[in-house]
């Protein structure tokens, strides 16, 4: 009996043959147009959100702080990330919208580049809902981030891409990650 082949494994574009981490050399690549757009979620307290909403939270604007934040995250992101090139970056754009449960982060990069700017708005929705959780915490300690997640990407090597629907967040996951 002849033994099953498995696949060979993935070739990960970040490692070199000795397994190590390395930047990828993205040199001969053509720099074409590329946009990325990423969301997280945070869940909140009613007490929280009441406090958002109507802008009586401890810190502030929360969406305003949050929005700022996040572009100035997408602009730092290779600063953040050891292995992301920076990007120079024609527009970064983050929303941030109050929910019934929480509030819903979504961040847009676009660039003119030899790589794309995935990581930038990954980056930019992670800190935007950081920044929302600072913002409220005084209000509400058990707040959730999650899922923070790549919603599309345009351009590059391999094209668009855009997330299954099927798999779109559920705002009221709160409950099922308090612990």
Do not use: N
Not at 158 to 172: F, I, L, S
């Amino acid at each position: 009996m002849t033994p099953a082949r498995s696949a060979p494994p993935p070739v990960l574009s970040h490692v070199d043959r000795r397994g190590r981490a390395r930047m990828v050399d993205v040199g001969a690549k053509p720099a074409t147009r590329r946009e990325a757009v990423a969301e997280a979620f945070v869940s909140v307290s009613a007490e929280a959100l009441a406090a958002a909403r109507s802008g009586d939270a401890p810190k502030g604007s929360v969406l305003d702080t949050a929005r700022l934040a996040g572009i100035g995250a997408a602009k730092a992101c290779s600063a953040l990330i050891p292995l992301c090139h920076p990007l120079p970056l024609d527009h970064a754009d983050v929303e941030a919208r109050l929910e019934d449960e929480g509030v819903r982060i979504t961040a847009r990069a676009r660039c003119e580049a030899r790589t794309g700017p995935d990581m930038e708005a990954l980056t930019a929705a992670s800190v935007a809902a950081l920044t929302v959780y600072d913002m409220l915490k005084a209000v509400d300690r058990s707040m959730v981030i999650g899922p923070v997640r790549l919603l599309a990407k345009r351009g590059g090597k391999t094209g668009d891409w855009t997330a299954p629907e099927a798999e779109a967040p559920v705002a009221g996951q709160r409950d099922a990650h308090v612990g």
